[in-house]
């Protein structure tokens, strides 16, 4: 399984973005996706997570402002993410949990997409 994220940029804060991510390869392993982010001299932290069931996980801070959406006929996870704040920047990463036998899974990470708020 790849992943590739796209539609970063820079935003003033109160604008939007929509990030996604494709997955390629053996698609059919993954299970749950979610989005991770990292800022500069901080660990990665979760955003936002969707099971195949498409229950979804919120990091507290940003719930009502990020919505996370999977589109499994186009292999294809989304970030919505509205409000934006300078504390949002960061590099955002796409994270899939593929399953590789009936013992266990692996974690595949995209190769990440800068996200940058102006104030």
């Known amino acids: 399984v790849q992943l590739a994220e796209s539609g970063g940029g820079l935003v003033q804060a109160g604008g939007s973005l929509r990030l996604s991510c494709v997955a390629s390869?053996?698609?059919?392993?993954?299970?749950?996706m979610g989005w991770y982010r990292q800022a500069p001299g901080k660990e990665r932290e979760l955003v936002a997570s969707?099971?195949?069931?498409?229950?979804?996980k919120y990091a507290d801070s940003l719930r009502g402002r990020f919505t996370i959406s999977r589109d499994e006929a186009k292999n294809t996870l989304y970030l919505q993410m509205n409000s934006l704040k300078p504390e949002d920047t960061a590099v955002y990463y796409c994270?899939?949990?593929?399953?590789?036998?009936?013992?266990?899974?692996?974690?595949?990470w995209g190769q990440g997409t800068q996200v940058t708020v102006s104030s």
């Open positions: 390869g053996s698609t059919y392993q993954i299970n749950a």
């Open positions: 969707i099971s195949s069931g498409r229950s979804t």
């Open positions: 994270q899939a949990r593929v399953v590789v036998s009936i013992e266990g899974s692996l974690d595949v």
